[in-house]
């Protein structure tokens, strides 16, 4: 019985470790979106500092730059998020709904998976429609500055 109850507290433990979070170093550098970007093999499966435009609506949730618009790339939150991220700096982005320049710490995944179908090897895409080349998993934002004004609500 003990055997039991000590092998179930390792394997919890360990699916425990298993699913927490990537540490967030401050000794990070900060990246232009722009660099990440260009040398997506490198930073591929990294924790990363970016400086990058963010663009959200209805059917969109993405980084860009300027003189690189033409690599999207998605931003998906993780659940640590909030708990990551100033309370200031969670209202401000929250009150924001234009095109916003940020410091962002997440998981970079430059290298889209590829599967086999029907003896073809087929290149997934991420986000919506397959809209991006590449994915950030977004762990904290630390700063948050708007790239327009406000639209005015009506």
């Avoid at 179930?8 to 927490?20: D, I, N, R, Y």
Wanted: net charge negative; proline share 7%; with cysteine.
């Amino acid at each position: 019985m003990r055997t039991c109850l000590a092998l179930l507290t390792l394997v919890l433990a360990g699916c425990l470790s298993a699913s927490a979070p990537p540490t967030i170093h401050p000794e990070l550098p900060v990246l232009a979106y722009c660099d990440l970007i260009a040398d997506p093999v490198r930073y591929n499966a990294q924790v990363v500092r970016v400086r990058a435009t963010y663009v959200n609506g209805y059917e969109h949730s993405l980084f860009s730059g300027d003189g690189c618009d033409d690599q999207r790339t998605w931003v998906e939150f993780s659940p640590s998020y909030e708990a990551n991220t100033a309370k200031r700096v969670r209202e401000t982005f929250a009150s924001l709904d234009t095109a916003t320049e940020l410091v962002a710490v997440g998981v970079f995944t430059g290298v889209t998976p590829t599967r086999v179908v029907l003896g073809y090897t087929v290149h997934d895409r991420f986000g919506h429609l397959g809209c991006c080349d590449s994915n950030f998993e977004l762990l904290a934002i630390e700063s948050v500055t708007p790239t327009h004004p406000p639209r005015p609500r009506n």
